[in-house]
């Protein structure tokens, strides 16, 4: 069994990862604090003993203590955050976040953090389309993918901390990539299916199709039940990204139209093989 | 408990759904025999009691001892099959199908058909990423949908009785819709899927992605491991209407780009928000 260092952690943000993070580590045993502007979250956090100590306001004692601080904020209000209150951190305090966008965020944020505290950042691939610590299970985290995003300012020992960090929250893959090559991957595999989704629901009335439709169409559009906040500034902020995968798709996407429309099955068979033979490789295993 | 009359019943093709027709209607007690050119499948299908009598022949027989004909056949191959073999038939016979796409399909058969004969098409709108017979599995028909696309040309006993047996295979929700409804809607809720999955997944060499994905791109593309064959030629027959649908999702598509590109936040959100709102209404019931 992994044990991390740092074993009092404060969590910043108890809503569904933020929930699902403190339920995992709780039960491994570390002492769990939590910081939430919303004070049915922490009443039902505490009840449920999800956290052991949970405050709605800037608790400089519950701050202070904690040898680990997770952000699962959205990246605006985790730079405000930062500025605002890393005078109480602990000196030597070592910070994370579950943030989906990382160019944007990870310099900013070690830019202006205190010298002696170290931010590593992580994504942790993982969600559901319900919110709040209520919805919050663990369980999301198994067979998923965990990124983490150092870049030349953090120790090696923050990296092996938060990739451990990920191996005991239950992540079946741990890997590590720069900001802007997550950023890249992100804009493609997560990104661009939920516009691809948004799309696919709004592009007609077709709420009248329940009783004719397949799995497939539930399939491609289970995403499109999206928290318009958090997504619409995640794809802001990842904007040059997001347009170039956009593109990327659309230019594809055109070239199968026109085989259609010239009548040419043999090409469209050729496209067909190769999306069989490369999603294979995308089964879990 | 249901019944239909017609209770010898022939099904020719023996793949995925042919061959889990004949596991629920052979449960049920009703005689089923089978043509297929595969003799494997043939043999599989006696062997393991899925079928009470086969042939990988035109066998004049088991053609004419049938009251019911269901078609599990690829368009092109199914009409063919009717001008060369339905002087086999029996008087009175009722004739089905499982076809993808309707208008190209109903008319031209009705067309040729004896006159002692009916044609009463359905499309049984259940399917699984793996093919034949040994794949074969009623149970995907649970929770899905059954459509019957009756013409001018169907007595309202035909219509009943095709209905009836979408009930009796398990299906949750059947309905009726004109050949060309069928098709438009097809065209949208199932060809239009399958070409964005394909075009995510053909756009560029993504396989080293597996690492980092989540389950948005899974989902998306599980879809993309697609008979192409079959795929392709059920686009050619349904091009018009897939072509349009394709273009309304484009200009969609692009709509939202031009939101992003030109930071209009609150224009996504709206999209979103409808995105959710309809959404919410494909949810299984």
């Known amino acids: 069994m992994e044990w991390i260092s740092k074993s009092n952690i404060l969590i910043v943000g108890l809503g569904l990862i933020g ?38 306001t800037i608790d400089e004692n519950i701050i202070s203590s904690a040898d680990a601080v997770i952000f699962a904020l959205y990246p605006d209000v985790f730079k405000k955050w930062i500025c605002d209150n890393q ?23 070690q830019n202006i953090l205190r010298d002696d505290a170290e931010f590593i950042a992580a994504h942790p691939m993982a969600g559901r389309e319900v919110y709040g610590v209520k919805n919050s299970d663990d369980a999301i985290f198994r067979g998923a993918n965990y990124i983490v995003t150092p870049t030349d300012k953090n120790t090696e020992g923050a990296v092996e901390w938060c990739k451990t960090l990920g191996r005991i929250l239950g992540f079946a893959n741990i890997s590590v990539l720069s900001p802007e090559e997550h950023d ?27 009783s004719y439709t397949g799995d497939s169409f539930r399939d491609l559009t289970r995403i499109a039940r999206i928290n318009e906040n958090m997504w ?54």
């Open 87 to 109: 005078k109480y951190f602990k000196p030597g305090a070592l910070i994370t976040d579950v943030t989906g966008v990382k160019s944007c965020v990870v310099y900013d944020i």
């Open 184 to 210: 890249k991957i992100i804009g493609f595999v997560s990104q661009l299916t939920h516009v691809i989704a948004v799309s696919l629901m709004t592009c007609n009335d077709n709420t009248d199709l329940v």
């Open 232 to 285: 619409s500034e995640l794809f802001m902020l990842n904007k040059d990204v997001l347009l170039e995968q956009m593109d990327i798709f659309i230019n594809e996407f055109k070239l199968i139209r026109n085989m259609l429309n010239t009548g040419d099955k043999e090409a469209l068979c050729d496209k067909m093989r190769l999306s069989t033979l490369r999603r294979s490789y995308f089964d879990k295993r």
């Open 19 to 56: 929930g699902s993070y403190a339920k995992a580590l709780k039960r491994l045993g570390y002492h769990i604090s939590a910081i939430d502007k919303d004070e049915e979250t922490i009443e039902y956090a505490l009840k449920e003993k999800i956290i052991d100590e949970g405050s709605v």
